[in-house]
């Protein structure tokens, strides 16, 4: 007997995801341990494997496969592993035909560059000589929005990379509602800012007390060092090569505990994302999270749900008190939990507080727009991010270091990703809800360091799917409405409001 077109299918696209994988564990080796002069070489073992993986996905071969695999499953029903996995393989197969290998080339080329031109210019804190290289950036996104295809907003198709099947529209339409929201709460927060002092956080802790603490706390929360472990890198991220094979890496700075500590819950709520996905699925490219606003929504919601807390500290204070006695005999739970959740305006995203975030994002958002449909030239640039800095938040940045140069994304060529980390809080909040009306005495377990039920509720509802619906799809499931900034609102409003006085 000949195996099925099905069974071909599945064969092929194991052996394109064994690529794919063993090229992730390079990408981590190349940011955990490899040593300096090991980086031409690596760039160019990691090119070869993507190059092999991108021709073997897109060949017509493939594409036969798809089209007779799908004949032999058309009957089965449209959430089964089956369907989901010809389904969202054929999406992914159109979208990575569209775009000709001659632009895929041209924007790795460009943006090598203005990667290198970028690391200088900030550390110059000028944006002159990165103008050129961004309008070359902006340029090619639009060709390549052009490929994709969108029918509404030229920034469709550049969202749609990161979160597939979400609109502009749509995303705009919520960031409006929410914007009066949080300049508001602000605005009442900034008038009261000495009312949290932080200080505690900003003393000296030793390095790896911190990171025997943040091991002992993610352990609690379910990750499984048998099928992950953790490293230390400049950038904290989650990689995986596997549903068995899951890393993580935090930074730990002497001075100062926020990094590694929450750092630590952040990717540990990625992790637990990937691990929890159905091992049926595993080696298809099914095997991972949907997009990178649902992630989000699980980093999030360890983090800063659980982490950010006061059932959290109620528990985990006289653990950590054990182990910096002295930093920490001035404290109480209670002035931890407060201090874990200090509020002001600041330059810096990647720094930013849970009120205050989701407003870098929207100035992004929008400038993003504004750049792509030509409404706003590259070099006045930073001068529009400083008049949405003091229209937000009442602050405008000294440098442009602190202003439009502060991150990666643009000189790599990522257009249309910077909305999915406020769409993984608005989603982690929307989830939180249908969680605790499922589980009424969630937080009287967090309280007592439990999170078996969390984590299960999580596994049932989002982790085992992988890739199976896109985000929206999974709202609809799960909470039965689309996208909403209304329990995020409801949210900031009641902890915020209490923490402050308000
Ligand atoms: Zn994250």
Redesign the pocket.
């Known amino acids: 007997m000949t195996p099925s077109q099905l069974a071909q299918l599945k064969a092929r696209l194991g052996e394109i995801t064994d690529l794919n994988h063993a090229n992730a564990l390079l990408g981590w080796d190349q940011q955990t341990y490899l040593p300096p002069q090991g980086g031409a070489a690596r760039a160019e073992q990691s090119a070869t494997l993507q190059k092999i993986s991108h021709e073997m996905f897109t060949s017509d071969e493939t594409g036969r496969l798809l089209d007779s695999a799908a004949n032999e499953t058309a009957n089965l029903e449209y959430d089964s592993d089956e369907a989901s996995l010809i389904r969202v393989t054929r999406r992914d197969y159109h979208k990575a035909r569209k775009v000709p290998a001659d632009l895929v080339a041209e924007i790795a080329r460009v943006t090598s560059q203005a990667f290198e031109v970028w690391t200088q210019a900030r550390a110059a804190s000028d944006w002159h000589p990165f103008q050129p290289h961004l309008e070359h950036i902006v340029e090619l996104n639009r060709q390549l929005a052009d490929h994709l295809g969108y029918s509404a907003r030229m920034y469709d198709a550049l969202l749609d990379q990161y979160e597939p099947d979400m609109k502009t529209a749509q995303v705009q339409a919520t960031f409006e509602a929410l914007k009066p929201e949080l300049i508001d709460l602000v605005k009442a927060i900034a008038a009261k800012v000495d009312a949290v002092d932080d200080g505690v956080l900003h003393r000296e802790y030793d390095t790896d007390q911190q990171w025997q603490f943040g091991v002992d706390v993610i352990k609690r929360f379910g990750f499984d060092f048998e099928r992950g472990r953790q490293d230390k890198s400049v950038h904290p991220f989650t990689t995986k090569f596997s549903i068995n094979d899951v890393r993580i890496t935090t930074r730990i700075d002497p001075n100062f505990l926020s990094p590694a500590l929450f750092g630590t819950l ?2 540990c709520g ?1 992790a637990l994302y990937e691990l929890g996905v159905d091992q049926a699925l595993e080696r298809t490219p099914l095997s991972g999270g949907t997009s990178l606003g649902l ?2 929504s699980q ?1 999030r919601m360890w983090e800063n749900l659980v982490g950010r807390s006061r059932p959290f500290w109620k528990y985990f204070f006289s653990r950590l008190e054990q182990v910096f006695p002295a930093q920490l005999a001035d404290q109480t739970a209670e002035s931890f939990y407060r201090a874990a959740n200090k509020v002001m305006p600041s330059f810096i995203r990647v720094e930013a507080d849970e009120v205050t975030y989701g407003l870098h994002i929207m100035l992004r958002f929008e400038l993003e727009n504004d750049m792509l449909e030509r409404r706003l030239p590259i070099g006045e640039v930073p001068e529009a991010w400083n008049a949405k800095m003091q229209e937000f938040m009442g602050i405008v940045p000294p440098t442009t270091k602190d202003g439009a140069l502060q991150d990666i994304h643009w000189s790599i060529g990522s257009i249309g990703y910077f909305p999915t980390y406020q769409l993984g809080n608005l989603i982690s909040l929307q989830l939180w809800e249908k969680i605790n009306q499922d589980i009424p005495d969630l937080m009287d377990q967090v309280e007592r360091g439990e999170f078996g039920a969390l984590l299960n509720w999580l596994r049932q509802n989002v982790h085992r799917h992988g890739r199976k619906f896109t985000s929206n799809e999974l709202l609809q499931r799960i909470t039965g409405s689309s996208l909403d900034a209304g329990p995020y609102v409801k949210y900031l409003r009641s902890k915020f409001g209490e923490i402050y006085g308000l």
């Open positions: 952040h990717e990625h992630h989000e980093s």
